[in-house]
T-cell receptor, first 114, second 110 residues
């Protein structure tokens, strides 16, 4: 079945540091790829997505590129802020028949210190 | 537009008790999902529904039942709660690829 492996945390950075959170996946076919973010005490919300190979998703300064050859979707941000402190989840999608499901990674906790 | 709401926000149960978690969405979405989130485990799919009157099992369905009698509501039931069901439960809905999540229900089973 589908699976996803993302970098284990926790990750602690200083403000304005560069961030990379690695994510690799196995899936049937070429699914859409997602990063979700969970701020403290809240539900998950979509951060960015990419729907086909070589697509780059971006939002709030975060970027991730759909790499078919390495089955990866690494999350990057050039300069993190304290407000980016959250848990980040990589999630390849899957489509089968009439449903659409996501397979979530275990999450990476990011803490950004001032 | 409230999005996805969950009731209750927090609940404490004793082993063997039953309860129902309610998820409601006002976006007219067809698909709805129930997940549980445990430390170090990410989110795991319990049950899901592709439309009113339909439900299907996810990755960890044992000990849970669901119903989707109305399109906007998706209920998750625990018939006989166990300590292993202590978790944070999230509901989500979608019409396409993007899932919209509720704020979660924290459940503690003693």
């Amino acid at each position: 079945g589908d699976s996803v492996t993302q970098m284990e945390g926790p990750v602690t950075l200083s403000e304005e540091a560069f961030l990379t959170i690695n994510c690799t996946y196995t899936a049937t076919g070429y699914p859409s790829l997602f990063w979700y973010v969970q701020y403290p005490g809240e539900g998950l919300q979509l951060l960015l997505k990419a729907t086909k190979a070589d697509d780059k998703g971006s939002n709030k300064g975060f970027e991730a590129t759909y790499r078919k050859e390495t089955t990866s979707f690494h999350l990057e941000k050039g300069s993190v802020q304290v407000s980016d402190s959250a848990v980040y989840f990589c999630a390849p999608g899957s489509s089968g028949g009439s449903n659409y499901k996501l397979t979530f990674g275990k999450g990476t906790l990011l803490t950004v210190n001032p | 537009n409230a999005g996805v709401t969950q009731t209750p926000k927090f609940r404490v149960l004793k082993t063997g008790q039953s309860m129902t978690l309610l998820c409601a969405q006002d976006m007219n979405h067809e698909y709805m999902y129930w997940y549980r989130q445990d430390p170090g485990m990410g989110l795991r799919l319990i049950h899901y529904s592709v439309g009113e009157g339909t439900t299907a099992k996810g990755e960890v369905p044992d000990g849970y039942n669901v119903s989707r009698l109305k399109k906007q509501n998706f209920l998750l039931g625990l018939e006989s709660a166990a300590p292993s069901q202590t978790s944070v439960y999230f509901c989500a809905s979608t019409r396409g690829e993007t899932q919209y999540f509720g704020p979660g229900t924290r459940l503690l089973v003693l």
